[in-house]
Nanobody
Framework: QVQLVESGGGLVQPGGSLRLSCAGS????????MSWYRQAPGKERELVAT????????NYADSVKGRFTISRDNGKKMVYLQMNSLKPEDTAVYYC?????????WGQGTQVTVSS
C-alpha cells in the first residue's frame, strides 16, 4: 500500500520557522522525484519545491526562494521542507508528492498557519 504521510505543520508567528517531513512507503522511493505543493484557501494548488531522484537538484517557486529548502533521505524514505522567515502568505495546506513517469502519489497534507 502506497503511503505519503506529512508531519510538522502547525501555527507559527511571522518570521518563524517550521520543518515539514514526509514519510514514503509502499513504492520505490529512490526513483521518484519528490515535491512539496501548497494550497491556500480559495486558491489553486501551487508547486513550492522539487528535488530530483538521483542528483538531488532542486527547484523552487519564486515566492519561497532563499527561505525554503527541500531535501531528501532515500535511505529513510523521507523528504523534508525547511521553511524559514515565514510570512502570513505562506499559510496553506502543504502536500508531499512523488512522481515518476506516469506514476504519481500524494499525501493528505499538513496545515501551516503563519499568524501573530
Amino acid at each position: 500500500q502506497v503511503q505519503l504521510v506529512e508531519s510538522g505543520g502547525g501555527l507559527v508567528q511571522p518570521g518563524g520557522s517550521l520543518r515539514l517531513s514526509c514519510a514514503g512507503s509502499g513504492f520505490m522511493f529512490g526513483i521518484y522525484a519528490m515535491s512539496w505543493y501548497r494550497q491556500a484557501p480559495g486558491k489553486e494548488r501551487e508547486l513550492v519545491a522539487t528535488i530530483t531522484r538521483f542528483s538531488g537538484s532542486t527547484n523552487y517557486a519564486d515566492s519561497v526562494k532563499g527561505r525554503f529548502t527541500i531535501s531528501r533521505d532515500n535511505g529513510k524514505k523521507m523528504v523534508y521542507l525547511q521553511m524559514n522567515s515565514l510570512k502570513p502568505e505562506d499559510t496553506a495546506v502543504y502536500y508531499c508528492s512523488a512522481k515518476w513517469v506516469e506514476s504519481e502519489y500524494w499525501g493528505q497534507g499538513t496545515q501551516v498557519t503563519v499568524s501573530s
